[in-house]
Each structure stands twice: as structure tokens, then as C-alpha cells.
């Protein structure tokens, strides 16, 4: 008996081995999804085919419905000796239909020549963790990224080569630029605003007006300039960028990301979910959401009217609140 059940033993350890060790096909595992709505999203732009969104670990999403489904847009490395793109991204600008840029941490900038769908790193600089926080495209086709402890990028080839250059404000975090024609206008901490007139070749630093930090520029349709930041402040300027008034928000929360609207309206998105919504002649805001809620870095209109926000807690489409009475 004993020794019956040592080879039926004997005989079960036998077949065991030969399934462990025998070629089978690898188990079916669902693709990685990233949720649009659990991933941190810092910036993002429309373009006529649709919507990019990009965030971190380097993610670039890619909206064709209006923002109501994402999927993951495809990015290499566009170089030998980089092995991945995994800096986190803070804006992405659509140049027209077809080209845009993302910029990020060490330096990154990312480029699509097919409207979102795939991107190419075109620059980097790991020995440097600083990032880019905002890039402008001109309409004489000069780029321009500007960063951390003065950080300004420049490309005179449609963004295939990059150049640092110095501009006289080495020791300050630049959080936007904007532009219109060859007049261009930076935003940055500790109150700094600089210009330029000559298209990006000069730059002159503004007379402090407000002694808070700015996190973004806007180049309004009207031939004016907005400025905001800290503690819900917005300044506006006439066309000379010199003189600035003060626009009260009735909010306290800092503004992270803004964008004008086709009818001339402008909304303004920042700390705690906070919004705020301007008249069409920007002369006053009204407070849509005071905060209390995950922080909106960026804003933008979609081509139906809604709005689509980004933040701490993904996109989201609102369409309701372009509705919202008028100050």
C-alpha cells in the first residue's frame, strides 16, 4: 500500500513539473488606462480636430468628442540617449491644427506636427531640474519657454532646436508670457512683469505694481494685457503694457490659468477650484466658485461652448457655467 502511494506521489510531482516548466502563452492582462479624471493635469489647449491635455510623469491625453472621452497620446523620446519621457508637463499651446508644444520639468519640450495625437521630445536638460512653466508662439514663427530662476528658451526653426538665452531677471521664477504681433509680455514672482517691442529681442522689466506673484499673462482681443496671480489679483494694461489698474476678483485664492473667450469674456481658474468670469469689456469679474474643492491649473473653451478645466483632480467639461449671469 505504501508503496502504491508513493508512486501515485511520485507521478502527481512529475506532471506538475512538466506544466511549470512547459511553454505557455503569457497571461491576458488589461491595458494601462490612465484616467483622465485621477491624473494630475497641469495644462491644455483646443485645436480645430480637438483637444491635448497634458500632466505628469510626462502624459500627454488627447480628446476627438468634445472632451467627454481621453485616451493617451503617443510620445518618444526623439533622441538615442533618452531612455523615456516621464517629466512631469505644466503647458501645452497649439501653434494651428496641425503643431503644438508641451513644456515641463528639466526642461522638456515636446512637440506634435499631427494635432495632439503623437509627440516628439525636442528638449531637454536633465542636469537641470528646473522647469518650464508657459511657451509662446509668435506669428513670424519665433517660439519662446520661459521658466525657473529666469529660465528663456528661444527657436527661430519651428521649435526643432532650442536656445537659452539671459533677459535681466536671472533670479526670478517666470510663470507666463503672452503675446500679440511683435509685443510680448512675461509674468513672474514677486510682482515681475517685463516686455518687450521688438519681438522678444529686448525686454525691459515693468515699475513693480503689485508685490504678490503672477502665474499667468493673457494678450486680450481688445489690444489690452492681463496679468494674474496671488490672492485672486488682476491687473489689466493698455497696449503699452506700462500702466496697470487693478481689476478686484473678490476672491483670495491664487489664479493658475486663464483664457479669454470667444465673446470676449474672460475666465480665470485657480487654488480650491476657484473661478471667476469677466464682463465682455473685462471691467469686473464675478466669483463662479470661490474654492473648497481640487485646484484648476488651466481653462480653455471648446468649440460647442462648454468649458473645459484641468487640475488636481483631471479634466472635467462643465457646460453650464458659461451661463452664469454677467457681472
Do not use: C
Request: proline fraction near 3%; glycine fraction near 14%.
Amino acid at each position: 500500500m505504501h508503496k502504491l502511494v508513493g508512486i501515485a506521489m511520485s507521478a502527481i510531482v512529475a506532471v506538475a513539473s512538466v506544466v511549470a516548466f512547459s511553454a505557455r502563452p503569457e497571461p491576458a492582462f488589461p491595458p494601462t488606462q490612465i484616467k483622465s479624471d485621477k491624473l494630475l493635469v497641469s495644462g491644455i489647449d483646443v485645436n480645430a480636430s480637438g483637444a491635448a491635455a497634458a500632466g505628469d510623469i510626462g502624459t500627454v491625453l488627447v480628446s476627438t468628442d468634445q472632451g467627454r472621452t481621453w485616451h493617451p497620446a503617443k510620445t518618444s523620446p526623439g533622441g538615442e540617449s533618452v531612455e523615456s519621457v516621464e517629466s512631469a508637463l505644466t503647458r501645452l499651446h497649439f501653434v494651428d491644427a496641425s503643431h503644438g508644444f508641451s513644456v515641463g520639468q528639466d526642461q522638456s519640450i515636446l512637440k506634435t506636427e499631427d494635432g495632439g495625437k503623437s509627440w516628439t521630445r525636442v528638449h531637454v536638460a536633465s542636469d537641470r531640474a528646473e522647469p518650464l512653466f508657459d511657451l509662446y508662439a509668435s506669428a513670424g514663427g519665433q517660439l519662446f519657454a520661459v521658466g525657473a530662476f529666469g529660465a528663456f528658451l528661444e527657436s527661430g526653426d519651428a521649435g526643432r532646436t532650442w536656445n537659452a538665452r539671459e533677459i535681466g531677471v536671472e533670479d526670478a521664477h517666470l510663470y507666463g508670457i503672452a503675446g500679440r504681433g511683435d509685443k510680448l509680455l512675461i509674468a513672474g514672482e514677486q510682482g515681475l512683469v517685463a516686455r518687450s517691442v521688438d519681438g522678444g529681442r529686448h525686454w525691459t522689466t515693468v515699475p513693480k505694481f503689485y508685490g504678490g506673484s503672477f502665474f499667468g499673462a493673457l494678450a486680450l482681443s481688445q489690444g489690452k494685457w492681463l496679468v494674474y496671480g496671488m490672492r485672486g489679483r488682476v491687473y489689466i494694461s493698455d497696449a503699452d503694457m506700462l500702466s496697470w489698474q487693478e481689476i478686484p476678483t473678490h476672491l483670495n485664492a491664487a489664479l493658475y490659468g486663464g483664457t479669454q473667450l470667444r465673446d470676449g469674456r474672460v475666465v480665470l481658474v485657480g487654488q480650491g477650484g476657484a473661478i471667476a468670469l469677466s464682463d465682455p469689456g473685462v471691467q469686473s469679474f464675478a466669483t463662479l466658485h470661490a474654492g473648497a474643492r481640487g485646484s484648476y491649473s488651466d481653462v480653455r473653451e471648446m468649440h460647442d461652448g462648454s468649458l473645459l478645466l484641468a487640475g488636481e483632480t483631471g479634466i472635467a467639461v462643465d457646460k453650464a457655467i458659461l451661463n452664469a449671469k454677467q457681472p
